[in-house]
Each structure stands twice: as structure tokens, then as C-alpha cells.
């Protein structure tokens, strides 16, 4: 069965500093790992995606993520964290299988304090 | 280009009344998808359909009816609400099954149920 772990439920990060949301997953093929973002009463926005290729991709407003098959992980990641990056992150996978479900984390709230 | 849109934002039920929450969407995807929040526990799947003519169950469906009506549109009713129905409900499309689409979600509708 797919699952998909989030094990912190919030991150707090000084402005400027890098951050790092973390993210495992658990599929039985191959997978497709998705992060979103979701600001107070608003609905989920794609933020970046891994299908294959290079295990660093790159993303929206600076966002960053490594695909680490060996751990199946897919933390994402940015540089320099500024406070309208607070907002709460969903991390997501679908098994390339053929199943057309995704399968989402509990979330990870971040919290950037100026 | 609305994209996702949810009608309607807001709605209070009292135990057992019915309710049908519609959504649209003007990207031409094939896939659409219902998804409960609550606190804690992410989005869990409610309902989905791969493409126009199919629904399937995802992981919380009793309780819960679906239509996809056309290509653009996949409603959601509950037959006899009940208080553990209250949530925040988001539908969303993406353009599966011919590649591992991200997903675009509606605004929400938050759904309260005395």
C-alpha cells in the first residue's frame, strides 16, 4: 500500500535562514512525489514534482526538492526562507503503476519568524 | 481561465438533511477528485474518476455519493449528513491517465454539520 509520512508537524525558521520540510514515502513501483503549498482558506498549489531523471528538482518561489530513492525521501528544501513562505506544506506520491490515486501527507506547518 | 472552481463556499447542515457540492473545471482534464481536510490528518480521497464515465471509491467514500456528469463536472452528495461530516471538502482535476499530472484543487468548501 502507498503511504506517505510528513513526521514533523510544524517547522520553525529564522527569515533568511535555509529550511528543510521533510518527506518519506512508501509505494510499491516506482513513484511520482508531489509538494504543495496551502495558504490560510485557500486550496493546495502545486509547488514542484519528481517523475524521473535528476533527483533535484526546482520549483516554485525558490523551492527546491532531492529525491533520495535509497532513503525514499523527498524533503523539500529552499535556500533562504522568507516569512510569506509561512504557510502549511503537503508532500504527496502515485504509484506510477497505473493507479491514478494520490496519496498525501498529514502536512507540515512552516513558520518563518522575521 | 477559472480553473477548479467549488460551489458553495460555505454550508450548515442539520444531521440528516441532504446536500450535493458541485464542481467544475475549465482545463480540459480527464481526471477529477474529492478529498475531505481535517485537522491532523491531511486530505484523505473520498471519490475519483480517471476519466469521463467512471468513478471509483478512494479511501473514506461511505457516506458519500458521485456524479461526473460530463467531462467538466463532478458533484458530490451527501444523502444524510452526519456531524462526523463536518470538514473541509476540495475537489480537484488533473490531466491522468496519460502521465503523472500534478493536481489543481478548487478554493474549498467548508462544510459544518450540527
Known amino acids: 500500500a502507498q503511504s506517505v509520512a510528513q513526521p514533523e508537524d510544524q517547522v520553525n525558521v529564522a527569515e533568511g535562514n535555509p529550511l528543510t520540510v521533510k518527506c518519506t514515502y512508501s509505494v510499491s513501483g516506482n513513484p511520482y512525489l508531489f509538494w504543495y503549498v496551502q495558504y490560510p482558506n485557500r486550496g493546495l498549489q502545486f509547488l514542484l514534482k519528481y517523475i524521473t531523471g535528476d533527483n533535484l528538482v526546482k520549483g516554485s518561489y525558490g523551492f527546491e526538492a532531492e529525491f533520495n530513492k535509497s532513503q525514499t525521501s523527498f524533503h523539500l528544501k529552499k535556500p533562504s526562507a522568507l516569512v510569506s513562505d509561512s504557510a502549511l506544506y503537503f508532500c504527496?506520491?502515485?504509484?506510477?503503476?497505473?493507479?491514478?490515486?494520490?496519496?498525501f501527507g498529514t502536512g507540515t506547518r512552516l513558520k518563518v519568524l522575521a | 481561465n477559472a480553473g477548479v472552481t467549488q460551489t458553495p463556499k460555505f454550508q450548515v447542515l442539520k444531521t440528516g438533511q441532504s446536500m450535493t457540492l458541485q464542481c467544475a473545471q475549465d482545463m480540459n482534464h480527464n481526471s477529477m477528485y474529492w478529498y475531505r481536510q481535517d485537522p491532523g490528518m491531511g486530505l484523505r480521497l473520498i471519490y475519483y474518476?480517471?476519466?469521463?464515465?467512471?468513478?471509483d471509491k478512494g479511501e473514506v467514500p461511505n457516506g458519500y455519493n458521485v456524479s461526473r456528469l460530463n467531462k467538466r463536472e463532478f458533484s458530490l452528495r451527501l444523502e444524510s449528513a452526519a456531524p462526523s461530516q463536518t470538514s473541509v471538502y476540495f475537489c480537484a482535476s488533473s490531466d491522468t491517465p496519460t502521465g503523472a499530472y500534478e493536481q489543481y484543487f478548487g478554493p474549498g468548501t467548508r462544510l459544518t454539520v450540527t
Open positions: 504527496a506520491v502515485r504509484d506510477a503503476s497505473g493507479t491514478y490515486k494520490y496519496i
Open positions: 474518476s480517471a476519466s469521463e464515465g467512471t468513478t
